[in-house]
């Protein structure tokens, strides 16, 4: 994917990671792919967009990934796809837009472990963004008009959900640092700066190259 560059955004619940990745994608002057990614696998492969929704970023205890990325090779035609539970066969539609999209066109990603789908092209740029609990509540019951209480069982449920759909589907472990090229608080640096501090860290990573 010579001359794309491809930021992909990992976030707790509650981070902002979304907006963040939004925002980034206006001022770059490219999309932002986030349940997109969704419609665009759905496209591709010829699965119903209803059962990417359902399976979205949640766990799974079924098969090993091995068997999982060793289909991945077979396509979307042959028998050994055919008869994968419709879990994985959402994930890797998935994994193969996330690739194709990154041929295509300069954006940023949002989830669906996109970092480590773009893990082996040089114009991939992985983020993570985290903050303190308190404040993700304090977002979180805010936008959803919810009690704190209920926020942070959401919070811990969806973070749960997706630490375990990551670290099964991926070699990684989610929202360890040592995985991503730039992990930032947003509680401390606010949306607007962890948008123009990921601009500059791209800056930096392009003069580099």
């Known amino acids: 994917m010579a001359g794309n560059t491809v930021i992909t955004i990992g976030r707790q619940y509650g981070s902002g990671g979304r907006e963040i990745g939004m925002r980034l994608a206006e001022e770059l ?7 997109e ?25 079924s098969f090993l990934y091995s068997l999982v990325m060793d289909t991945y090779s077979f396509g979307y035609s042959s ?32 989830g669906r472990c996109a970092d480590y789908a773009l893990s082996d092209y ?5 983020v993570f963004i985290h903050a303190d609990l308190d404040k993700r509540i304090r977002r979180i019951a805010t936008k959803y008009e919810l009690s704190d209480s209920a926020a942070k069982d959401r919070i811990r449920k969806t973070d749960k959900q997706r630490a375990s759909y990551y670290n099964y589907y991926t070699s990684k472990k989610w929202a360890e640092a040592a995985g991503y090229d730039l992990c930032l608080d947003s509680g401390v640096f606010g949306i607007d700066g962890c948008v123009e501090m990921i601009k500059k860290m791209l800056e930096l990573k392009n003069r580099k190259i």
């Open 29 to 35: 002057g490219i999309k932002c792919y986030d349940k």
């Open 37 to 61: 990614l969704l419609n665009q696998a759905a496209k591709d492969s010829g699965i119903c967009e209803e059962l990417f929704e359902h399976h979205d970023e949640k766990p799974t205890n």
């Open 79 to 110: 028998a050994a796809f055919a008869d994968m539970p419709i879990n994985h066969k959402v994930f890797l539609a998935q994994f193969d837009a996330i690739k194709k999209l990154a041929q295509e066109e300069s954006c940023v990603m949002v």
């Open 122 to 126: 040089e114009g991939a740029f992985s």
